[in-house]
């Protein structure tokens, strides 16, 4: 971790409300989120969490308070972000190459280079010999990689994943996680990852945004000072079990 | 393919020694119904030995595909515009159902009325026919809401003619194609009942005329002839919706990854 570091993400005060004031799905956040940093957004639904990410992408505007990324405050969507979803969303009629390349697409006639990186992000994600195969001839984790990979060419250096394994099955899942923080760690990507899964949050992240319902905010904020790289095993050990009975206190399970 | 072919034919040939038998013995009046040997003698008169009903064969065609394109131009521009904007929706909208609800074969009299005797009023009537069907298979489609993926092109900063023209034309394709096979059919149907109510040439005008003079043979090899058009163009319009829609069936996705993939060869040189 690197706290030292100017952060990257800020929130002051953020709040939001839907339904003209009736509905708070996030109530007073603050945060600061330094360069380099995994953080996990976890909670109950209805705790905020995607809300806070949509805020953070600029997909929807705060009601109140003020959210900033490398010193400038959002406006709108912008391209030094980059987001994933659940679902791969995926374009049916491109193959995986042009997936790939769609970000380009939308900004520029898409160079050599360009299309240079989109197959070695291809190959990053473990899908080199994959880049002409069509959406429908990859299995849903192949489909997710091909969505990561995408997410990699908008060449944003602050990540948002709103539980983008979740519809997965759980090896398959813990595998792509595994790769998820291999290629974070090797970009030095600034990364908020969303997930109901209190060991899945923990065991990516250096701090957990614990979150709680009605109104949504951030009940507490729990740092992780697990060595890295995290290993699997890594999460039978006293250490772990520790910080996810301070999580699940925070949410009253306990 | 021989071995599930003949069942078909057994049956087929079975129906038609029935129906034959059915007229031998009296059961059935061939002056009603003719026994299928007449109507191959008929078929075999008209197609190999006089050859006279190709003519009329490639005037409906001609009608059809013409009051086809036209209908689905109009079709396609409305839904495209009804699409893009709100307010012309809804006033195009309430139009549009109400020729749907109006049997759009009692036009009939007045489109021949407009547009005369000629080919002229067998194409209106066709476009008549065919531009509901895919004015709102078009519209449906361009209008699908796809949240999950409008978010993405949103967060990616895509503009309006990026997210219309990259996303939802393409999305709309495979219903868009459903409409147009539709209305080709349809297309048909209005150029052959407009020969039928006042025309001097087209397959509608041969069958009403052999019916008249009670020569059912006759009458029931042009009918065929009507089917052979209707295949023709439905089976067109199928392989044209194969090859724009190619990522709906496995055969045709893989022949386009491979193309794709030779293509970008061909292109870069690795």
């Known amino acids: 971790m690197t706290n030292d570091a100017a952060p ?7 709040g939001k409300t839907f339904a003209n004031g009736a509905v708070v799905a996030l109530e007073n956040a603050q945060f600061n989120i330094p360069k380099g ?112 990979a995408r997410l990699l060419q908008t060449g944003a250096d602050v990540l948002l994943l709103d539980e983008p394994f979740g519809a997965l099955d759980e090896f398959t899942r813990e595998h792509l996680n595994l790769e998820l923080l291999r290629i974070v760690g090797e970009l030095g990507a600034t990364t908020i990852f969303v997930t109901h899964n209190i060991a899945e949050a923990i065991f990516l992240a250096d701090q957990v945004f614990v979150m709680t319902p009605r109104p949504g905010r951030i009940a507490r904020i729990v740092d992780v000072p697990l060595e890295r790289p995290r290993r699997l095993a890594l999460q039978t050990t006293p250490e772990f079990n520790r910080l996810v009975v301070e999580v699940r206190e925070t949410l009253g399970e306990l | 393919m021989l071995r599930r072919a003949l069942p078909h034919l057994a049956i087929f040939a079975a129906i038609l020694g029935l129906w034959e038998a059915a007229i031998a013995t009296g059961l059935i009046r061939s002056i009603m119904v003719p026994p299928p040997s007449a109507v191959m003698a008929a078929m075999v008169k008209l197609y190999l030995v006089e050859g006279t009903i190709y003519r009329h064969f490639f005037i409906t065609l001609w009608e059809s595909v013409s009051g086809f394109a036209i209908g ?37 009299p007045v489109i021949i009325a407009w547009f005369g005797y000629g ?42 003619a990026q997210l219309f023209f990259k996303l939802r034309v393409p999305a709309a394709l495979p219903l868009m194609f459903a409409g147009l096979k539709i209305g ?87």
């Open chain 1, 8 to 14: 990257v993400v800020t929130g002051t005060h953020v």
């Open chain 1, 37 to 148: 940093t995994f953080v996990s957004l976890v909670g109950p639904s209805g705790c905020g969490k995607s809300t806070l990410l949509r805020l953070i992408a600029g997909l929807i505007e705060a009601s109140s308070g003020e959210i900033t990324l490398h010193g400038t405050p959002v406006r709108g969507p912008r391209q030094d972000v980059g987001m994933m979803f659940q679902k791969a969303t995926l374009l049916e009629w491109r193959t995986a190459l042009e997936n790939v390349l769609l970000p380009t697409e939308l900004q520029r006639k898409p160079t050599r280079a360009d299309e240079d990186k989109a197959r070695d992000l291809l190959g990053l994600v473990g899908l080199g010999d994959f880049a002409f195969s069509f959406p429908a001839q990859l299995s849903g984790g192949m489909q997710q990689r091909v969505a990561l």
């Open chain 2, 184 to 270: 080709l059919t349809t297309a048909l149907i209005g150029a052959v009942v407009a020969e039928f109510s006042q025309a001097t040439e087209g397959v509608g005008v041969l069958m009403s005329r052999f019916s008249f003079q009670l020569n059912m043979g006759a009458s029931i090899a042009t009918l065929l002839s009507m089917t052979a058009i209707g295949l023709l163009l439905f089976y067109s319009m199928e392989f044209i919706d194969d090859r724009m829609v190619f990522w709906r069936r496995e055969a045709r996705r893989e022949a386009a990854s491979r193309a794709r993939a030779r293509a970008w060869k061909a292109r870069r040189g690795d």
């Open chain 2, 119 to 160: 080919i002229g009023s067998k194409v209106a009537l066709a476009a008549v026919l065919c531009f509901f069907p895919i004015f709102v298979n078009t519209l449906t489609g361009l209008t699908r809401p796809d949240r999950d993926r409008e978010e993405l092109f949103r967060q990616l900063g895509a503009s309006d």
């Open chain 2, 72 to 108: 689905a131009g109009i079709a396609i521009a409305l839904a495209t515009g009804s699409a893009l904007w709100e307010p012309f929706r809804r006033y195009v909208t309430p139009y549009a159902i109400v020729l749907n609800v109006t049997p759009g074969i009692a036009l009939t």
